[in-house]
């Protein structure tokens, strides 16, 4: 299954890359997702991971042990300083 993961500011530097389409097994979680652009772009990402939010088809992401589907759309927003 293919899902298309967006990166927005400090993540999409990390990246290095605005979005791109990872490939998982079926029955892939939001938790496999994350492991896999660990391995896809270790380093700084990495760290980022670690506090980003993650919204899967705009909606928040609170159990990392939800299934994904093909053609999902995972965001990954790093922690935004300001008010």
Known sequence: MS???RYFASARA???TEE???RLPGGA???DAVRL???LHPG???RILDAASLLLNEVAV???GRTLCDSDRLDV???FAGG
């Open 14 to 16: 990390a990246a290095g």
């Open 77 to 79: 927003l790093p922690p």
């Open 37 to 39: 652009l660990r391995e």
């Open 44 to 46: 700084g990402l990495s």
């Open 20 to 22: 791109e389409k990872v």
């Open 62 to 64: 609170r159990d990392t």
């Open 29 to 31: 979680t939001v938790a």
């Open 3 to 5: 899902v298309l993961v």
